[in-house]
Every structure is written in structure tokens, then in C-alpha cells.
């Protein structure tokens, strides 16, 4: 989430080569938006969605892939003081201001407000509630806590000179979903999935961009990892299908390799152009995947129906995206981009 979270990578872009991310990107960001917006007026979409194949999860899958290449990528050409500083101010400015707009949102329309803990209020001020199984104050948040410790998992390769290598821990992440699988089965538990699996994806979409530029590595491990692999523990970790499991073994399967496909689809014309509709999309795609929930709910809480308030929300979300995109995600880019050439 760059995922929707986006690159700034500081490498020249005299060509159109990397344009296929944000491609991906912007593919990704529509198909978020268009699960949020049709569960929301259509609760039968949701189950139908975890029953055969959801796209907001398509979405999810496909950031995680372009995530993984953008480390990569960016690590491989900055220190990891650079890479911190600016990871930093892409990510947490414009996280926060969104975070804030929910919370009054949800004031502000008449929900009860939840009550979060300290320790809940901490975790998602610092953007690790999802890498901790905690509740996700803006619900979208729930992958940047798992993107932030991919970074640092990373960060930490990068320092011990073994950047390239650590692709490999993608099949430790297989391990880990392996060994929740079966402890799942054999204790009727219902552990968490989400993130070891979002890892392995990472991991894939890291390897091949040393694959890109000729350096091999594991991809092609790594992508039978994310294929056979996943899909084979998926029968055991969701044996409950039900409202703590809530996505179906087809579902679960079909909506994560539609995400991996996306990218390799894109990846395999990456030398055609790519449209601008999409480019403009995928730029924008890290303050919409942030906005766009707070929007939809002020039409959805204030009894819009589903005819208008499906369209209005849409472009709603976009107008509130260029905004933020603009007047807090491009000036703290910037700043990012001033403290880290600051540095020796």
C-alpha cells in the first residue's frame, strides 16, 4: 500500500519502467474501494465476497507484492538512516491526519465511540496495530503495521550486508503460517493468518526485483511458496468457516492469487506505457486508501441511498484524496526528502 504506501525512491525516471507499479497501485486502490463501498450498502456483497472472491483483498495482495519490490529497490540505492527518515515522512503525517478525520467522523455521525485502551491508542498512533493482532482505529490501517515491519525487517538485512538474502525469510514466514495451521487445527484455535502470509507476498515481490536486475534469488521458491504453499495450509487454518473465519477456502485461495497475477500481468508489459487514468490513481492510491472509509461513512451514516450515495462517495473520496495527497502527503514527502540529504 508501494503498497498503497507508496515510493519516493529518489531514483531518476527517465523512462517508463517502474511506471507498472503504479499501475498495480492504482488497480489495487480502486478494487479497495470498490469492496468498502458495496459491503456497505449491500451487506449480502460481503458475504458473497468471502464466499467466492474478494476484491479488496485482490487489492491488499497486490500492494503487499509491489511493496516488497519498492524495498528492494529503494534499499539497494539508499542508506538506511535515508530510507527511515523518508519511509517516515511518507507514511505516518498523512496516516495520522486520516486517523484524526475517522475518529471525528465517527463522532461527529452519531456512533458511539469505542472506547480504545491506552495500549490500543499507542499501537495504532504508531502504526503497529496490525503487526500486533490489535483493533484498527482507521480501519484501513490494519496492513501499514505489517508494511512498517517489513521495513525494518529489511532495514536490518541492509545493515548486516545481507540485503538480497533476506528474501529468503519469506519461507521462514511459511513456516510460521505453517505452524499456526496446525496448531489451528489440532486445538480448534483461531489464531491469526493475515501476517505471515502478507509477508511471504512481500518477500516474492522483493526477490524479483533482484531477479530484474540480475542478481536471481529465490523467486521461484518464493513464488511456489505463495501458490502451492499457501494455498495447500489454507484447507487446515480456515477448517472453521464462520464469523472469527470469515472467508471461505475458494475464496481465501482465489482472491490471493487474482492479487499475484495482477502484478505479474503488469510486470510482463512493463516495458508499455500505462494509462495516465491509472497513474494518476496510483499515485494518488495511498491517501485514498486512507480516505475513502471516513468519506463513504458520512454518506452511509447519513442515510444517502445506495444509488447515490455509491457514486457521490466515489467522487467524494477522490476530491478528499487530491487534498490530502496534496496539502499533507506531498509537503511531508518533501521534508523527508530534506532531512535525509541533510544527513552525511
Avoid: C
Avoid at 58 to 78: D, E, I, N, P, R
Wanted: net charge positive; glycine share 10%; hydrophobic share 55%.
Amino acid at each position: 500500500m508501494k503498497s498503497p504506501i507508496g515510493d519516493e525512491t529518489g531514483v531518476a525516471r527517465s523512462t517508463n519502467r517502474l511506471d507498472f507499479l503504479d499501475g498495480i497501485r492504482g488497480v489495487g486502490a480502486a478494487l479497495v474501494v470498490i469492496q468498502h463501498l458495496f459491503e456497505t450498502w449491500f451487506p449480502s456483497f460481503a458475504t458473497w465476497s468471502q464466499a467466492w472472491i474478494h476484491p479488496g483483498r485482490v487489492g491488499v495482495v497486490a500492494f503487499f507484492v509491489v511493496s516488497g519490490y519498492v524495498v528492494a529497490l529503494t534499499l539497494s540505492k539508499q542508506t538506511v538512516a535515508t530510507f527511515a527518515t523518508r519511509r517516515f515522512w511518507r507514511l505516518y503525517p498523512v496516516y495520522w491526519v486520516a486517523t484524526v478525520i475517522w475518529v471525528l467522523v465517527d463522532v461527529s455521525t452519531g456512533d458511539a465511540w469505542s472506547g480504545y485502551g491506552i495500549f490500543v491508542i499507542a499501537a495504532n498512533a504508531l502504526m503497529i496495530q496490525g503487526a500486533l493482532g490489535m483493533t484498527s482505529i482507521l480501519g484501513t490501517g490494519w496492513t501499514l503495521g505489517m508494511e512498517v515491519f517489513f521495513y525494518a525487517q529489511a532495514a536490518v538485512s541492509k545493515k548486516l550486508g545481507r540485503l538480497a538474502g533476506s528474501a529468503y525469510l519469506g519461507l521462514a514466514w511459511l513456516a510460521a503460517f505453517a505452524a499456526l495451521a496446525l496448531v489451528n487445527k489440532l486445538l480448534g484455535a483461531h489464531y491469526g493468518y493475515l501476517m505471515p502470509v502478507m509477508l511471504i507476498y512481500a518477500a516474492l515481490g522483493f526477490s524479483l526485483y533482484f531477479k530484474d536486475v540480475g542478481r536471481g534469488g529465490p523467486w521461484m521458491v518464493l513464488l511456489l511458496a505463495s501458490t502451492v504453499g499457501v494455498g495447500a495450509l489454507s484447507f487446515p487454518f480456515l477448517w472453521a468457516y464462520d464469523e472469527r473465519n470469515p472467508f471461505s477456502v475458494f475464496s481465501f485461495n482465489a482472491s490471493h492469487l487474482a492479487g499475484l497475477a495482477i502484478f505479474f500481468v503488469f510486470r510482463a508489459v512493463k516495458h508499455r506505457s500505462v494509462s495516465k487514468a491509472l497513474l494518476w490513481l496510483g499515485g494518488l492510491s495511498y491517501a485514498l486508501y486512507l480516505i475513502h472509509v471516513p468519506v463513504m461513512m458520512l454518506f452511509y451514516r447519513g442515510g444517502v441511498p445506495a444509488w447515490l450515495g455509491i457514486p457521490s462517495a466515489t467522487a467524494a473520496s477522490l476530491v478528499a484524496a487530491m487534498l490530502l495527497r496534496h496539502y499533507v502527503e506531498r509537503p511531508s514527502i518533501w521534508w523527508g526528502r530534506k532531512l535525509s540529504d541533510r544527513r552525511p
